[in-house]
């Protein structure tokens, strides 16, 4: 899967705004700022900000990153989508930003250890910076650290906790199965 992230350059007039949509994971909290997705937040995530961050809740028509973002969700847990394009607006390091578009490069349905993701950023020995990093990553799914995992391939952490994560690893291998006729 590759997420294309474009920062978003327009602001909607609205600094923030959310709205909650369903999902096979739970409820999932989508927060706009300045045009683009920045942040998708599920049910007791760890490092949710304050909910008066969030900004008004709002219809997801309201605002037409909330509606492609709720459309490509539905796409995704239907198996009809890999990709994501949705306009981005996340804040964060310099660092933290690598790491994220670093995340958008791997596959669907496949997995890279802290390591490889470290080397693939040119800082080998910095796994631990990449899985602090990686854990404040505001746009689960989408942005999709939970394709990260431990050097010998066991469930590490992840913000919406592990059984999803295992769910969404379980999902995204399943899809990628062929039928048999």
């Not at 978003?8 to 909650?20: K, R």
């Not at 509606?67 to 990709?83: K, L, N, P």
């Not at 796994?127 to 990686?134: C, D, K, M, P, T």
Request: proline share 7%.
């Amino acid at each position: 899967m590759t997420t294309t992230a474009r920062t978003a350059t327009a602001a909607t007039g609205t600094a923030s705004a959310h709205t909650i949509v369903d999902s096979p994971l739970g409820p999932l909290t989508l927060v706009t700022r300045e045009g683009g997705l920045a942040g998708l937040y599920m049910t007791q995530q760890r490092h949710l900000p304050p909910q008066e961050t969030f900004g008004p809740q709002v219809a997801v028509t309201d605002i037409p990153v909330l509606a492609r973002t709720a459309e490509q969700m539905t796409a995704y847990f239907a198996g009809d989508i890999t990709d994501f394009d949705i306009d981005l607006s996340t804040s964060g390091t310099p660092f933290q930003r690598r790491v994220w578009a670093a995340l958008c490069d791997i596959p669907y349905g496949e997995t890279v250890s802290y390591g490889e993701l470290a080397a693939a950023l040119g800082r080998p020995t910095a796994s631990r910076a990449v899985g602090l990093a990686n854990g404040k990553n505001p746009i689960s799914i989408v942005v999709p650290c939970h394709r990260v995992v431990g050097a010998d391939g066991s469930m590490t952490g992840y913000g919406g906790g592990l059984e999803r994560k295992r769910w969404l690893l379980s999902f995204e291998s399943r899809a990628q199965q062929p039928f048999l006729t």
